[in-house]
C-alpha cells in the first residue's frame, strides 16, 4: 500500500500521477470504438456476436427481450426478507428523489415580458444495470426510479445474463417492483451501441444512464453526442478522511467494501491526520481481508488502487479532497472538523459524516442515487438526480409594451456585431 506525507514538495505530483492511472488506456478505447462501430453497421447480428464472445452466451434477437411474466415469476420467488428490504430502500429512493423535482415557473423580466421554464420527461431513456457474476439490485432502484418518478414515457433496462442466457431474480424482482417491463438481457459495450444506435428489435433511446466498468463507461463517452448521457459513472471510488477519533475497525471494513468491487481499476483513499490512526486502519485491513469472500479481488484492488495519504492540517485534506473529487467520501472526524470539511469540500458525490454512516448505506437505502461521477468527474457532474431525466424549455413572450424596451436593446447588439437583420426583426415590430 502506497503511502505519502502531504506536507512532501513531490506529494502532490505523485497524487496527481496516480489518479491518472485511471485514466482510459489506449486499447480500451479502440477496442469500444470497433465494437460501437460494428453494432452500428450489423446491428442486432453483431450484438449476438458479441453476446456469445463477452458473456458466453448463445442468444437470438428473439431472445433479447427478457418476458414480462418472468420479472413478475422473480418477485415471487424473492425471499420475503429480500423483497421486505427491497421495498424499505425503495421508500427512502422516493422520498428523498421527489424532493428534487423541478417545478415550472413563469416571471416577469425587466422589460416587463414574461419568462418561464416548463420541464419535460425525457421521451425514451436506456438504464444500464451492470449484472453477471455482481448483479447490482440496488443500481435498479436508483436510477428506473428516477426515471419514474420524473414521468419519463418509455424505460428501457439493459443488463448482462449469465452463460444461461439468466438474469438474477434480485434484478428482475426489483425491475418489477418499480413498473418497468422493457428489459433486455444484454450488457457491456454492445449494450450501450445497442441502445444509443437502435437496431432491428431495440428502438433506440434518447440518452443513457447508469454505471458500469471502464469499457461501458468509455463506451458512454463514445456515443455522447448520438444520444445524451448522465454522466461517466465508472469503477467505485471511496476517499476515507479520518482523525484520531475514528473507529479503524469502521474505516477499514469501509475501504474493503470498495474494493471488493475486484475490476481492479477501483481506487481506494485514505487521508489521515496522523500516521497512528494510518497504521490502526491499514492494521486491520489485513486483519479483515482474508474474511471477505471476494479476498483476493479485494486484495489486487488494494495492491494497485490504494493510496495513503498523510496530512499536517484540515487545509491539506480539503485540497486532496476537492482535488480528486471522489465518488465516495467519508468523514470519520470530530464533528467540529466534519463541520467545516462538509462546507468546504466542494467536488465529492456523496459525503457520509461520521462513524456511524458507512458509504454502503448510500450504496443501498439512504435515499440519494449511488449513480455518482469517478475518474476527477465530480469536478464538473453531480451525482444522478430526477432533473436529469427531464429536459428544460425556457420560456420568452412579449407585447405590444414591452417589446418597446426589449428592441432598443436588440438595436444596440445588432449594431455591435454587425447583424443588421437581427436588428431589424425588433424594431420592425416597433416602428408603427
Known amino acids: 500500500m502506497r503511502l505519502l506525507n502531504y506536507s512532501s514538495p513531490s506529494s502532490r505530483r505523485a497524487l496527481s500521477d496516480f489518479c491518472q492511472e485511471s485514466a482510459v488506456p489506449p486499447e480500451i ?3 469500444v470504438a470497433a465494437i460501437l462501430a460494428d453494432v452500428r453497421v450489423r446491428g442486432d447480428a453483431a450484438v449476438v456476436d458479441y453476446a456469445r464472445k463477452f458473456d458466453g452466451v448463445t442468444i437470438k434477437p428473439a431472445g ?25 430502500a425503495l421508500a427512502n429512493v422516493k422520498a428523498f428523489n421527489r424532493q428534487g423535482m423541478p417545478t415550472n415557473w413563469t416571471g416577469t423580466n425587466a422589460h416587463g415580458a414574461e419568462v418561464g421554464e416548463r420541464h419535460h420527461p425525457i421521451r425514451r431513456v436506456g438504464l444500464y444495470v451492470p449484472g453477471g457474476e455482481v448483479p447490482l439490485v440496488s443500481t435498479v432502484l436508483m436510477t428506473a426510479t428516477l426515471a419514474k418518478i ?10 448482462p445474463s ?3 442466457g439468466k438474469v438474477a431474480d434480485g434484478l428482475l424482482a426489483a425491475l418489477h417492483l418499480i413498473g418497468i417491463t422493457e428489459v433486455y438481457r444484454i450488457g457491456g459495450v454492445h449494450a ?5 444506435y437502435g437496431t432491428k428489435t431495440i428502438p433506440a433511446v434518447d440518452k443513457v444512464f447508469g454505471p458500469g466498468n471502464a469499457y461501458t463507461c468509455e463506451a ?5 453526442g448520438t444520444v445524451g448521457v448522465d454522466s461517466l459513472p465508472g469503477p467505485s471510488e471511496v476517499m476515507v478522511i479520518a482523525d484520531d477519533s475514528a473507529r479503524a475497525d469502521f474505516a477499514a471494513a469501509d475501504l474493503l467494501a470498495q474494493a471488493e468491487h475486484g475490476s481492479g481499476r477501483e481506487k481506494i483513499y485514505l487521508v489521515g491526520t496522523s500516521r497512528a490512526i494510518i497504521d490502526a486502519i491499514q492494521a486491520e485491513v489485513a486483519r479483515q481481508l482474508p474474511t471477505l469472500g471476494r479476498n483476493e479481488k479485494a486484495a489486487r484492488v488494494l495492491d494497485v488502487g490504494f493510496l495513503g495519504l498523510q496530512v499536517a492540517s484540515l487545509d491539506e485534506a480539503i485540497e486532496i479532497a476537492n482535488f480528486v473529487a471522489p465518488e465516495h467520501l467519508e468523514l470519520l472526524v470530530k464533528p467540529t472538523a466534519a463541520k467545516r470539511l462538509v462546507r468546504d469540500i466542494t467536488t465529492a458525490g456523496a459525503i457520509m459524516i461520521g462513524n456511524l454512516t458507512p458509504t454502503a448505506l448510500g450504496d443501498f437505502t439512504a435515499g440519494p442515487s449511488h449513480v455518482l461521477p469517478t475518474g476527477r468527474a465530480g ?26 424596451a426589449g428592441a432598443r436593446v436588440v438595436a444596440a447588439f445588432a449594431r455591435m456585431e454587425r447583424l443588421d437583420a437581427h436588428g431589424r426583426s425588433a424594431t420592425i415590430r416597433v416602428e408603427d
Open 29 to 31: 478505447t479502440q477496442s
Open 220 to 224: 458512454k463517452r463514445q456515443v455522447f
Open 379 to 404: 469536478r464538473f457532474f453531480s451525482g444522478l438526480r430526477v432533473a436529469d431525466f427531464l429536459r428544460r424549455t425556457s420560456i420568452i413572450r412579449y407585447d405590444q409594451d414591452s417589446i418597446q
Open 64 to 88: 433479447f427481450r427478457v418476458r414480462p411474466a418472468s420479472l413478475a415469476a422473480a418477485a415471487k420467488r424473492l425471499p420475503a426478507a429480500e423483497m421486505k428490504a427491497m421495498k424499505a
Open 192 to 196: 450501450i451501441g445497442a441502445m444509443s
Open 150 to 159: 420524473a414521468g419519463c414515457p418509455e424505460i428501457a433496462v439493459f443488463t
Open 162 to 164: 449469465d452463460a444461461k
